[in-house]
């Protein structure tokens, strides 16, 4: 049986997640998108620390997908080096189903 991922990015806004989202799960390249607004961020940017208020994106997948959703994920990205992490993750097995059924 193979693994689960998700995948863990962050937007600048709603629209941009929601877009991007929608072409993932269109393409099948991932089950599902969840979209959480009012993450506050803080980080180096070059040589200045900056402050933004953000959008959280988790998709879920099967890991078989992962390299080819992860590298669509970064052509749709509207940041010029959005940050795309993978988190191995064990789902219950009707959930394992779900993802590997409406995946390719």
Not at 55 to 72: D, M, N, Q, S, Y
Request: aromatic residues 10%; proline residues 6%.
């Amino acid at each position: 049986m193979s693994g689960f991922i998700f995948l863990y990015t962050t937007f600048p806004d709603e629209a941009a997640a929601a877009r991007v989202a929608r072409e993932l799960v269109d393409a099948r390249l991932v089950a599902c998108a969840n979209i959480i607004p009012g993450m506050r961020s803080i980080y180096r940017y070059g040589t200045a620390v900056e402050e933004s208020q953000e959008v959280v994106a988790i998709f879920k997948l099967p890991e078989t997908v992962g390299e080819r959703a992860a590298a669509r994920l970064r052509e749709c990205h509207p940041y010029e080096t959005p940050v795309v992490a993978a988190f191995a993750v064990q789902p219950d097995d009707a959930t394992a189903a779900w993802l590997r059924q409406v995946t390719d």
